[in-house]
Structures are given as C-alpha cells and as structure tokens.
C-alpha cells in the first residue's frame, strides 16, 4: 500500500510469512505475554483491531506491543521498528542460518497440519523461486528464514504420512534456495549446511528432482572456487540422479558443458552442448519461466555464450549479442537483470578473444556498475578486468576501481 510506513510494511509482511490472520497474530501476542502482562490485554476483537491500525501505519505500536512482536517473531527492535533495518539482517551471523539448519534436520525424525496449510506453502515455495532473478539474495534470505522457521515448527504438529512428505519436501525446496543465496552472497559454511539439510530432506522425502538441484547446486559453488574436478564430478552425478524429463537433468547437463570448457576440453564441450540441445527442442515456454528450478528455452543460448566464451570461441560473441539484445528488449515480458549482467560479462570475455578490447572494457564496466552483479559473479568480473588490464587499455583503470568500490562494504 502506497504511502504506508516501512516499519508498517514489516509488521504486515512478518505476520503473512508465517501464514497468519490478524486475529491468528492477536492470539500470538497474547500467548507471548506472561501472566501480569496478559491480565493488562484487552479483548481479542479490540487486539485485532489495534493490530489493523498498526498494519495500516496510523500509528506505532507502544510496549508492552513491540516487546510482544519481537517476541513472536524472534527479532530485534530496531530490524522490525528501526529506519534501518537492511543493516540488521545484512550483518546477521551465518552461523544462525548453519544452527537453523541444523533444527531443522534434527525435527525431520519425528513425525495438525492441514491440507490448506501446505498448498499455501507450496505457493510460497513457488512465489520464492520466481522472485530469485530480481530480488537481492540478502533480501530473499530473510524470508526464507522466516518460512523456514515456520515449517520446522510445523514437524512438531501432527500429520499424515501424505502430509508429512509434503512438508519435506516443502523444506527441502526452501532450504536448497536458502543454499543458493548464501552462494550468491559467497557465505559457503551455511551455504554448504542448508545444502546438506536439503539433501537430507529429499532423502525422507523420497524426491530424486530436489536431491539432483542439490549435487547441481553444489557443482555451481564448485565452478565459483575454480573446482573444477570436484565441479565436474557433482554434475554428471546430478545427471544420474535426476528425472530424465526434468529441468535439473538439463541444466545439470548445461553445467557440466560450462565445466568442460574451462578445461578447454573442445570435443567433450560441444557433446554436451548437443545433448542439451537434444533435450531443450521439444520443450516450450513454461508459464513461469522466471521460476529458478523450471529450465526455459531461452536460458540455452545463455548458457551457450557462457560456454563459448569460456572456451575462447568465437562464436560466443554472436551469442551473446543475441542473449543480451533479447533481455534488453525483455522480449517474454520478463525482466532478468541478473541475467543480463551475466550476458555482459559474456560479451566482454567473447570480444577480448576477437580482439576488440576498448568495446569490451566498456561492456565490462556497464556490467560492473550495474548494481545487478552479485558476490558469485565477482570472480567473472575480476577474471575480465585481468585480461583487459593485460592489454594495456585506457579503460582498465576505471574498471579496476569500479571493481573495488563494488567489493567495499557499504
């Protein structure tokens, strides 16, 4: 709602993270109370009431309230009222998440969660997943965290064994996305603790696609740290594991191209190509192809610039122009800006290989002062400024200095 305070906004958007009714959030401060301050509550009906007022951002909550609210939601006062609270969950240790993690996996062994309850979940899943591309993996973190918390108390309520295997596989999903945005943000120690959890979880809950994402997520880290054995390893094991009508078999396929042409393996490079072009042809379009786990068409010649360019091949530049005309003119109505940078820093590796440095210092910069890259990509930044540097060009300085105020905390 336009115009309604941040603070307001946080409320508002905690209490829905949990699935909860303004009168279900009624009932939560008021069990949250102790006793001489319960006595001092009004009636549910006039806390409901308060609770839209405050929603609406008519007016603060006072305490004993705000005490309540980051009692219920296991936050601090200034990351649910402060003006400030980006930085609160910026400078959260990683260590919670690896603890949360942790929990979680701990509750699984043990088994009233209704059927509205988990397709709202799944929604959630789903809503979460199409939000990755354009939303900052900080940002996407905190609520995952707050769904992730809400289903590990759920595997102490009492369920069916139908139920309990959707809520498996509900966490599975949410933790291996937790994963993804700790490796976006380069914090490996939670990063590789969600993936273990979500592993975990798709073991119980017999889900051979979840269990794929997690060997092809963690080949992707691998690619991050210039691992590209163990890389190279996880993927093709990705690919046995997974459904071979899924979308992880092809972009486990994909990765493992990607991996080849950092070897500079020609041959074994192009017969993974092909193999993905064999499995893309007959796909069409999804309807949501801005969802992280479904694998759209359009994401092949991406992947093809990428593994071009890698490979030195001079064909990468015609396919990233290609890639990057078509995301510029968000051609499927869909904005990918992560995407987009991705393709730019193709392009700049792409003409450095057809020698045309001064156009690929400034496709590099553009890319670099996009505010788009995240903390994953720097190596790919970092390895096109060494060879733009190398050539002496008058760009290389405002590029390296682009890079380290990219780098700097904020």
Same mark, same amino acid.
């Given at each position: 709602m336009d115009g309604v305070p941040a603070w307001a906004a946080r409320l508002r958007a905690a209490r829905r993270d949990k699935l909860w009714t303004q009168r279900e959030m009624a009932r939560q401060l008021a069990e949250a109370a102790d006793d001489h301050t319960r006595d001092r509550l009004p009636e549910r009906e006039s806390l409901t009431r308060m609770i839209k007022d405050w929603e609406a951002g008519r007016h603060q909550p006072k305490d004993p309230y705000r005490v309540l609210y980051c009692r219920v939601f296991g936050m601090e006062e200034n990351e649910l009222f402060g003006t400030n609270p980006a930085r609160v969950i910026r400078d959260a240790s990683s260590g919670d998440d690896e603890l949360g993690a942790l929990e979680l996996a701990r509750r699984v062994?043990?088994?009233?969660?209704?059927?509205?309850?988990?397709?709202?979940?799944?929604?959630?899943?789903?809503?979460?997943?199409?939000?990755?591309?354009?939303?900052?993996?900080?940002?996407?973190?905190?609520?995952?965290?707050?769904?992730l918390s809400y289903v590990s108390r759920l595997f102490d309520a009492k369920t069916t064994l139908h139920e309990h295997r959707r809520l498996l596989t509900v966490g599975g999903w949410l933790s291996l996305l937790a994963s993804t945005c700790h490796i976006d943000l380069r914090?490996?120690?939670?990063?590789?603790?969600?993936?273990?959890?979500?592993?975990?979880?798709?073991?119980?809950?017999?889900?051979?696609?979840?269990a794929a994402w997690c060997l092809e997520t963690e080949a992707w880290q691998a690619v991050t740290t210039g691992d590209y054995r163990h890389a190279l390893t996880l993927a093709q094991g990705a690919q046995r594991v997974a459904p071979r009508d899924s979308s992880v078999y092809i972009q486990?396929?994909?990765?493992?191209?990607?991996?080849?042409?950092?070897?500079?393996?020609g041959p074994e490079t192009r017969d993974a190509l092909h193999r993905v072009d064999r499995l893309v042809d007959p796909l069409q379009m999804p309807a949501h192809p801005e969802h992280h786990y479904r694998y759209d068409p359009s994401k092949r010649d991406a992947y093809v610039a990428t593994t071009?360019?890698?490979?030195?091949?001079?064909?990468?530049? $015609?396919?990233? +122009?290609? /890639?990057? !005309? #078509? *995301?510029?003119?968000?051609?499927?109505? =869909? %904005? $990918?800006?992560? +995407?987009? /940078?991705? !393709? #730019? *820093?193709?392009?700049?590796?792409?003409? =450095? %290989?057809?020698?045309?440095?001064?156009?690929?210092?400034?496709?590099?910069?553009?890319?670099?002062?996009s505010e788009s890259l995240v903390p994953s990509h720097h190596w790919r930044a970092r390895e096109v400024i060494n060879a733009i540097e190398a050539r002496h060009i008058p760009e290389a300085r405002e590029l390296r200095e682009a890079y380290r105020e990219l780098r700097s905390p904020h």
């Amino acid at each position: 709602m336009d115009g309604v305070p941040a603070w307001a906004a946080r409320l508002r958007a905690a209490r829905r993270d949990k699935l909860w009714t303004q009168r279900e959030m009624a009932r939560q401060l008021a069990e949250a109370a102790d006793d001489h301050t319960r006595d001092r509550l009004p009636e549910r009906e006039s806390l409901t009431r308060m609770i839209k007022d405050w929603e609406a951002g008519r007016h603060q909550p006072k305490d004993p309230y705000r005490v309540l609210y980051c009692r219920v939601f296991g936050m601090e006062e200034n990351e649910l009222f402060g003006t400030n609270p980006a930085r609160v969950i910026r400078d959260a240790s990683s260590g919670d998440d690896e603890l949360g993690a942790l929990e979680l996996a701990r509750r699984v062994a043990a088994s009233d969660v209704g059927a509205e309850t988990l397709e709202r979940l799944e929604t959630a899943v789903d809503d979460l997943a199409m939000a990755y591309p354009v939303t900052s993996p900080a940002e996407l973190l905190g609520r995952i965290r707050r769904h992730l918390s809400y289903v590990s108390r759920l595997f102490d309520a009492k369920t069916t064994l139908h139920e309990h295997r959707r809520l498996l596989t509900v966490g599975g999903w949410l933790s291996l996305l937790a994963s993804t945005c700790h490796i976006d943000l380069r914090q490996f120690p939670a990063a590789t603790t969600w993936l273990q959890t979500a592993s975990q979880l798709a073991d119980h809950a017999e889900h051979p696609e979840i269990a794929a994402w997690c060997l092809e997520t963690e080949a992707w880290q691998a690619v991050t740290t210039g691992d590209y054995r163990h890389a190279l390893t996880l993927a093709q094991g990705a690919q046995r594991v997974a459904p071979r009508d899924s979308s992880v078999y092809i972009q486990a396929t994909a990765q493992e191209g990607r991996i080849w042409a950092r070897f500079g393996a020609g041959p074994e490079t192009r017969d993974a190509l092909h193999r993905v072009d064999r499995l893309v042809d007959p796909l069409q379009m999804p309807a949501h192809p801005e969802h992280h786990y479904r694998y759209d068409p359009s994401k092949r010649d991406a992947y093809v610039a990428t593994t071009l360019s890698w490979l030195g091949d001079p064909a990468a530049e $015609r396919y990233a +122009r290609q /890639v990057l !005309a #078509r *995301l510029e003119s968000v051609a499927d109505g =869909l %904005a $990918r800006p992560r +995407r987009a /940078v991705t !393709a #730019r *820093l193709d392009l700049a590796l792409s003409l =450095l %290989a057809v020698d045309q440095p001064d156009e690929a210092g400034q496709v590099a910069l553009t890319a670099l002062t996009s505010e788009s890259l995240v903390p994953s990509h720097h190596w790919r930044a970092r390895e096109v400024i060494n060879a733009i540097e190398a050539r002496h060009i008058p760009e290389a300085r405002e590029l390296r200095e682009a890079y380290r105020e990219l780098r700097s905390p904020h």
